[in-house]
């Protein structure tokens, strides 16, 4: 079956610091790959999303790559801020499925 | 503003009592979605509705029940039956095609008393 696997947290940083999350998964065909965050209290939000091999999603200074080769999506961000605490999960879904299968989300905390 | 909302934000459930939660989107999509949220796990998927009057069993839809009368619509029971309801429950929609995205609500968390 479908799945993703996250790197467990949390993560701690110091604001300005360099942020990798590791995301990898197992599907058949060719899914499209998703990060959605979490702030406290609150629902997902999508953050980007890649529907194709070599695809880079980006938003809000965030980058993954859809790397089929290896068949990972990590999730990077050059300088981090306060304000990027927050849970993150990866998430795929199948080529031929309208559903989502997450991972178990990592919480991030940053620290000024 | 087209989003989705859901309500009660808290709900308190009593022992052997049924709760509903509820879910409205605006946003015009067929699907709509239940998860559920628990410490340190990603979301489950409990039920999903592709259509108006027709939905389906998600990976953990034992002491749940859903209802879809109308497309904006998706309301949520979690029955008695559901022995460890206390969670954060998440509701989604999206068009109805493969791979498209999914928005979310704000969530409800039920919390038994």
């Known amino acids: 079956g479908n799945s993703v696997t996250q790197m467990e947290g949390p993560v701690t940083l110091s604001e300005e610091a360099f942020l990798t999350i590791n995301c990898t998964y197992t599907?058949?065909?060719?899914?499209?790959l998703f990060w959605y965050v979490q702030y406290p209290g609150e629902g997902l939000q999508l953050l980007l999303k890649?529907?194709?091999?070599?695809d880079k999603g980006s938003n809000k200074g965030f980058e993954a790559t859809y790397r089929k080769e290896t068949t990972s999506f990590h999730l990077e961000k050059g300088s981090v801020q306060v304000s990027d605490s927050a849970v993150y999960f990866c998430?795929?879904?199948?080529?031929?499925?309208?559903?989502?299968?997450f991972g178990a989300g990592t919480t991030v905390t940053v620290r000024a | 503003d087209g989003g989705i909302t859901q309500s009660p934000k808290y709900l308190f459930r009593k022992e052997g009592q049924n709760v509903t939660l509820s879910c409205e989107q605006n946003?015009?999509?067929?699907?709509m979605y239940w998860y559920r949220q628990d410490p340190g796990q990603g979301l489950r998927l409990i039920y999903y509705?592709?259509?108006?009057?027709?939905?389906q069993k998600g990976d953990i839809a034992e002491g749940y029940s859903v209802s879809r009368e109308k497309k904006e619509s998706f309301p949520l029971t979690v029955t008695s039956a559901q022995k460890n309801p206390t969670a954060f429950y998440l509701c989604?929609?999206?068009?109805?095609?493969?791979?498209?995205?999914?928005?979310f609500g704000p969530g409800t968390r039920l919390l038994v008393l």
């Open positions: 946003l015009n999509h067929d699907a």
């Open positions: 989604a929609s999206s068009p109805l095609a493969v791979q498209e995205t999914q928005y």
């Open positions: 599907a058949t065909g060719y899914p499209s």
């Open positions: 509705s592709q259509i108006v009057n027709d939905f």
């Open positions: 998430a795929l879904s199948a080529s031929n499925d309208y559903k989502l299968s």
């Open positions: 890649a529907t194709k091999a070599d």
